[in-house]
């Protein structure tokens, strides 16, 4: 199953919280999206038909963390996560296996469940390299520099050049 235009989306927008910069771009969630029985495996094909490589599969860091240099895609895989997003004062998201979030540079995330038992599939547009930063104040100032150069995607990571990113964003 593939999203169509009309898909809701759930969207989020979380300012500045003076460690993690967040982003004035929303947070993007849909929901299942995939229901075919492997998953995983279909998030990485279809994020990379629609240009976001740079591919992996894993776990989330149970740590907050953003990317200065790239956006980021998720698609939940296997089991269930709940995710802590934009930061200290942001929001809890429960994904389970078929949702997607994707998340603009800047935007804080960290995984909140203990348990392991979860696959995630990661995505970057155009494959961007990415980097860990972890919200101090180091490297602030060069880390906002480099968010605001991010380019914004030319697809969208589930529906390619027609999806709601484009839209969104």
Known sequence: ???????????????????IPNSSLPVLVYRQVCTVEDKSDWFESTFIKNGWTNNWRDIILPYDHFHSTTHEVLGMGKGSVTLQVGGRLGKRLLLNAGDVVILPAGVGHCALTTSHDYEVVGGYPEGRAWDLLKGDEEGRDRALDRIRSVPIPFTDPVNGEYGSLTSYW
Do not use: I
């Open 1 to 19: 199953m593939v999203m169509s235009k009309d898909f809701e989306v759930e969207k989020y927008w979380f300012e500045d919280d003076g460690l």
